[in-house]
């Protein structure tokens, strides 16, 4: 895999799936629904990722994720239902989600349907509108969040839905 550049789809709907190798992963610039539908997919290794650009639907109904490594996503532009219906995903580590998004679009859905998520220590976090509805997020979880966005203006995060809203500190 040492020259490839696309692993879109690659293991789409791959439902037996629950590991997967470490391979080079260097040239790769896009990985838009590269895991897609692997419902027992458990863990993935660390891959390099420091050009990917296009990582929407990479995990997306991926239901029996429980974590992910710190990738680094710096050049992603484009992370649309990256984490999608991964009911089992605990944590987003600290990646950072905002430096190349392009537009609000650019996380649509991201962390839809992920019932199970008490952290997203991304930082700096997302620059455009996005949503953590409904997840399991605490007070300390919010205020995280908020703390580790950039300094933006007319966007909105929704948090309703999340147990913590009720003592966080959004100021």
Known sequence: TANV????????????L???????????TDVSSAFFGCSEL?????FNTANVTTANNMFNSCSSLQSVPT?????????????STCRSLRSIPAMNLSS????S??????FTSCPSITRIAA????????????????????????????SVSSQT????????????NPT
Request: proline share 5%.
């Open 105 to 110: 679009g650019s996380y649509t859905s991201t």
């Open 157 to 168: 995060i929704t948090v309703t839905g999340n147990y913590g809203t009720s003592s966080d």
């Open 100 to 103: 190349n998004a392009v537009s």
């Open 42 to 46: 458990l863990s993935v290794p660390l």
């Open 123 to 150: 930082n700096p976090g997302p620059k455009y509108t996005f949503t953590v509805a409904n997840l399991q997020l605490s007070a300390t979880a919010l205020n995280e969040i908020y703390t580790n966005l950039p």
């Open 71 to 83: 990738f680094n996503t710096a050049n992603v532009r484009h992370m649309v239902s990256m984490f």
């Open 5 to 16: 550049t696309s692993m879109s789809a690659m293991f789409y709907n791959c439902y037996a």
């Open 18 to 28: 629950q590991s997967v190798p470490l391979f080079n992963t260097a040239k790769v």
